[in-house]
């Protein structure tokens, strides 16, 4: 819940606004949902008009004109208590309930043991951004003519929103979050986003392209290059007076011809999440010395300098390999505590990450893995720096993310497909698990409603794997009628399957299988501006 405070001296101007039209049109249906007993006694809630509004401000005005004490910088408190649009929309019994304790606790009512200050709160839809809120307009004189402090009132009344957040049920600001922080979308973003004609906010389609493109690679000079295999542009920052020590980037998609704005929007890496900015993807690759060419390359829109994993089709006999090093992974979650807030912070990234590389492979649209990945990537976010100079103690997935984005098909179809689903479900519930456990309830149901319903839906369609009983059949009969890269997968398969519940579906959707995905990798780059071919 983000409060915000502003000091006035018309307390007419303020009720007014807030049962006007607002700036965009935006408010709807104003009315009151708790304050002083007179006003409330009076208009209860009902629909104010514009006369309601100046009879209620009199009403909060009254101690002040009849007691004639003067306020230096305005008698008028105003502060707007405002939930994430995530988070969707309170009832007006709650949001009563939350304004209440919130003005006892900031010192208006009898419960600071003075006599009280006159207030309202009002509510009049959401924002538009979509952010559920209420106003509270209040006096800062008491009825018995004495002042309503408001010392440190805006470190105050964050405090007192935490406080509130835990009490209620509500979800915990980020920006407070011990150790996490996102970036969110700015009001001016979602416009630029809406008059392009985008699905989404840039800031949100290029973090989740970059974290992809940062999962499958293993070092530095093959993240360049993806990144550019995605179709962003990409302009690399170098360290003063030096042409080839990268200390950070920025990313930016092309813009088309159809599109009325023809000028790139950039971003910073870090700008678009903690956990992607150069130093902190740094941490999670072997070798960064030889990407400075690619860097170059990449800001003078020359071809890629090298070649590596990135070109062309993965081996169908990977897919068993990776398969078993994700169950490895979840094997070794067992042991990490929720306390190793740098370990879950990775396993979140790299799940994120590869999630987001399987919706940039089969989702012409952001569908339900992007919004997993999306879902997950907030408990990627740390605000210390202990991310950016330790190792993970877990084993990467950058295999899986690779094959994922690659689309090299499985040596068993559809099948890997439906485990590798199991094997994101299974780290779901790990970082759900660790929320719970760490006491961050709030945060483990939003990974459960979010991440976890959208690929449980995407689970339900995919095809079964195949029953243990079949896999019992005698070796010597088996190993005649199975190839030997057949075979393996079946063993991952089995593997994997280890401990995970049943798939609950038969059908493979077209958004998930690998036969309808265009095929986006093996790309190359010709020309002065880098045009893909």
Not at 8 to 37: C, I, Q, T
Not at 447 to 460: P, Y
Request: overall charge positive; some cysteine; glycine content about 8%.
């Amino acid at each position: 819940m983000m409060p915000n405070v502003v000091k006035g001296d018309r307390m007419s101007g303020l009720m007014s606004y807030l049962v006007g039209e607002g700036r965009a049109n935006e408010h709807r249906d104003a009315h009151l949902v708790a304050g002083d007993p007179v006003a409330m006694a009076m208009h209860g809630t009902a629909q104010l008009a514009h006369d309601d509004a100046l009879q209620i401000a009199r009403i909060l005005d009254q101690p002040r004109r009849s007691s004639g004490v003067e306020v230096s910088g305005g008698s008028v408190w105003h502060c707007s208590l405002s939930l994430r649009a995530e988070e969707g929309a309170l009832s007006d019994e709650k949001w009563a309930e939350i304004t209440q304790d919130f003005m006892d606790e900031m010192g208006f009512t009898d419960a600071s043991g003075k006599s009280p200050a006159r207030w309202v709160a009002v509510r009049h839809g959401v924002s538009k951004n979509g952010n559920d809120h209420v106003h509270i307009a209040a006096s800062r004189v008491r009825e018995d003519g004495t002042k309503v402090s408001i010392h440190l009132d805006q470190v105050r009344a964050q405090r007192t929103s935490r406080m509130l957040e835990a009490k209620h049920g509500l979800q915990l600001l980020e920006s407070e979050m011990p150790e996490r922080a996102t970036r969110g979308v700015k009001a001016g973003e979602r416009e630029a986003s809406e008059r392009r004609g985008a699905a989404e906010p840039a800031r949100v389609s290029l973090a989740r392209t970059v974290r992809g493109c940062a999962t499958a690679s293993t070092d530095e000079a093959e993240f360049v290059r993806r990144l550019r295999q995605a179709g962003l542009l990409v302009r690399p920052r170098f360290e003063r007076g030096s042409s080839t020590d990268v200390v950070g980037y920025s990313v930016a998609h092309t813009p088309t011809r159809k599109s009325s704005d023809t000028t790139p929007i950039w971003f910073g890496g870090r700008s678009l999440g903690r956990d992607l900015s150069l130093v902190a993807l740094r941490a999670e690759w072997s070798e960064t010395a030889t990407a400075a060419p690619e860097w170059t390359a990449a800001k003078q829109r020359q071809p890629a300098v090298g070649r590596g994993r990135d070109v062309g089709v993965p081996d169908a006999t990977l897919w068993p390999k990776y398969t078993i090093e994700m169950h490895d992974l979840q094997a070794k979650l067992a042991a990490v505590p929720p306390t190793d807030r740098v370990t879950w912070a990775r396993v979140a990234r790299e799940t994120s990450g590869t999630l987001a590389a399987w919706s940039k492979r089969v989702e012409q649209t952001p569908g339900p893995l992007a919004a997993a990945a999306d879902s997950v990537a907030k408990s990627a976010q740390l605000r210390t720096r202990q991310a950016t100079v330790s190792k993970p103690s877990v084993p990467r997935v950058s295999g899986a993310a690779m094959l994922l984005l690659q689309a090299g098909a499985p040596a068993n179809g559809a099948i890997a497909y439906t485990v590798m689903m199991k094997q994101m479900l299974a780290l779901t519930d790990a970082l759900i698990g660790m929320h719970r456990a760490a006491g961050e309830a709030r945060r483990a149901a939003e990974l459960e409603r979010g991440a976890r319903a959208q690929l449980a839906a995407v689970a339900a369609k995919l095809p079964p794997v195949p029953t243990r009983a079949a896999s019992q059949q005698p070796q010597t009969e088996r190993a005649a009628e199975i190839p030997v890269e057949h075979r393996a997968a079946s063993e991952a398969l089995r593997i994997a399957q280890r401990g995970m519940p049943a798939s609950t579906g038969t059908v493979t959707p077209p958004s998930a299988s690998p036969e309808a995905a265009p095929q986006q990798p093996g790309r190359s780059y010709e020309g002065d501006r880098g045009r893909e071919r």
